[in-house]
T-cell receptor, first 115, second 114 residues
Framework: DAGVIQSPRHEVTEMGQEVTLRCKPISGHNSLFWYRQTMMRGLELLIYFNNNVPIDDSGMPEDRFSAKMPNASFSTLKIQPSEPRDSAVYFC?????????????FGPGTRLLVL | AQSVTQPDIHITVSEGASLELRCNYSYGATPYLFWYVQSPGQGLQLLLKYFSGDTLVQGIKGFEAEFKRSQSSFNLRKPSVHWSDAAEYFCAVGAGNQGGKLIFGQGTELSVKP
């Protein structure tokens, strides 16, 4: 079975440009999570969806970040405009139902570098 | 608020030696507790989890962890480390009343000496 799929795997862009990260969760999973990982701040939850509805976006750093989940098999995380401090690895994860004891399955991540 | 502390940023052990990675959590009720492993350039993979029952839980790759409520700890152990265990290990706590939200610790990087 395919796991969580993220694209692109690597992205290099210049400050001010729009960046769109994509995620396809595991089929049948109802919850989707976006994380950001940096050396300084570790692994941070940005936002999560349950049944395509955003449940908690308190981790989204600022208005430059937005996330959507138009259907059960696709989500995007957009940064507009991007800044060098947004450089990080962004992970998408999914879980079957969004219950607290469920395993989250992580994608391979998108490594973003903003110059 | 929930929080997770992993006191050791980096640990080095010799191959074949035993391993214990520490994790302390802060949460008012019985937490859901997880250990994940991240190999270089990879996403996170679940090693084991605890949410009820026996406080000693077994995971993949020969790892185990023990939940100690009195110490608010969930330490990860392995009796004999292999070179392939070199990776970063994350402890996480989940709150049942917040859906699947997890709070991760800062991680412990494990190096294995030949």
């Amino acid at each position: 079975d395919a796991g969580v799929i993220q694209s692109p795997r690597h992205e290099v862009t210049e400050m001010g440009q729009e960046v769109t990260l994509r995620c396809k969760p595991i089929s049948g999973h109802n919850s989707l999570f976006w994380y950001r990982q940096t050396m300084m701040r570790g692994l941070e939850l940005l936002i999560y969806f349950n049944n395509n509805v955003p449940i908690d976006d308190s981790g989204m750093p600022e208005d430059r970040f937005s996330a959507k989940m138009p259907n059960a098999s696709f989500s995007t995380l957009k940064i507009q405009p991007s800044e060098p401090r947004d450089s990080a690895v962004y992970f998408c994860a999914s879980s079957p139902g969004g219950l607290g004891q469920e395993t989250q399955y992580f994608g391979p991540g998108t490594r973003l570098l903003v110059l | 608020a929930q929080s997770v502390t992993q006191p050791d940023i980096h640990i080095t052990v010799s191959e074949g030696a035993s391993l214990e990675l520490r994790c302390n959590y802060s949460y008012g009720a019985t937490p859901y507790l997880f250990w994940y492993v991240q190999s270089p350039g990879q996403g996170l993979q679940l090693l084991l989890k605890y949410f009820s029952g026996d406080t000693l839980v077994q995971g993949i790759k020969g790892f185990e962890a023990e939940f100690k409520r009195s110490q608010s700890s969930f330490n990860l152990r392995k009796p004999s480390v292999h070179w392939s265990d070199a990776a970063e290990y994350f402890c996480a706590v989940g709150a049942g009343n917040q859906g699947g939200k997890l709070i991760f610790g800062q991680g412990t990087e494990l190096s294995v000496k030949p």
